[in-house]
């Protein structure tokens, strides 16, 4: 059906753009690498970096790095006010919106990581990093029924909070 093949090929495209993303501070960066993406997929793959991102920071803390959240909420503050001077060019009225809106997403998720430097949280296992809306790249969990037309063998968008 249509609605399976425009599935399948945004599944592609995220893919591509969430493969892309792991490049940001290398090949591309991130205030460039957006123009390649719709707004859509851009936020998508950029909150599952985020995700996994904070996730290492919380393993790093774990296995001892005193700094990691503090390193990365500098990693994030940074990424924003590259944003923020590449707003403030000459762009055209759609990838200016479609900046300003990973801007605001950005700010909010760099708020979370202050948030678990000045309340010292340095587990996973947290509750307030557990009630945050976190977006993992993997295959679908055994047994869930996501409404998907992604292949067992293939690794998806999964969209969790507060789950135990």
């Not at 425009?6 to 493969?19: C, D, G, K, Q, Y």
């Not at 851009?42 to 790093?60: G, K, P, V, Y």
């Not at 809106?101 to 996973?124: L, P, W, Y």
């Amino acid at each position: 059906t249509l609605e399976a093949h425009v599935r399948l090929m945004l599944r592609e495209i995220l893919e591509a753009a969430r493969t892309t993303a792991d490049n940001w501070e290398m090949d591309k960066s991130r205030e460039l690498w957006l123009e390649d993406y719709c707004a859509q997929i851009a936020l998508l793959a950029s909150q599952i970096i985020w995700t996994e991102e904070t996730a290492r920071a919380f393993e790093d803390m774990e296995s001892g790095s005193e700094t990691a959240m503090r390193d990365y909420y500098k990693v994030n503050d940074d990424r924003i006010t590259r944003l923020i001077k590449r707003v403030q060019g000459p762009l055209n009225s759609n990838l200016r919106t479609k900046i300003i809106t990973v801007i605001t997403i950005d700010v909010h998720s760099r708020d979370v990581v202050e948030g678990f430097v000045v309340q010292k949280v340095t587990e996973a296992a947290d509750f307030k990093w557990g009630s945050q809306l976190r977006f993992y790249w993997q295959n679908c969990p055994p047994g869930d029924d996501l409404v998907s037309f992604t292949h067992e063998d293939q690794k998806t968008c999964v969209i969790r909070i507060c789950d135990w």
